[in-house]
């Protein structure tokens, strides 16, 4: 049997800037958007296909969201999202332009990483096994 991660859906302020911000970082595409449960709205983004692709759902609800709490402490939290480039020290460049701050920089066997978090508190780990 074979399964592989199609996509994860996560809910933000505005996914339509969450989305270009991923385009811009990773050069992600918006594969669909449009209205969403709970009168809500979706941006899927991700790599291209819509059969083999994986992407992020990005969510708004109708109403006010809160706060994101630490996710480490509570059950069920999202961590943070793997992303494997090719070119970390250019990835790098382009989250920093971005406005966010790289931070737990590691090189481990076999590759190296660096973390960062974007507006909405979303963790992002970014990996190079080249």
Known sequence: MTAF???VNLTVA???ATAAMLG???GWQVRWQGGAIHGGRSVHVGTPGQAGG???ALYRGAGAQAAPADSYGMRAGL???AVVVDDLDATEARVAAEGFAPMNHADYEPGRRFYFRDGDG???EVVSYA
Request: net charge negative; glycine share 0%.
């Open 24 to 26: 811009r970082l990773f």
């Open 54 to 56: 994986q992407y992020l």
């Open 79 to 81: 961590n943070h999202i």
């Open 122 to 124: 979303v963790e992002y």
């Open 14 to 16: 505005e996914p339509e």
């Open 5 to 7: 991660l199609e996509h």
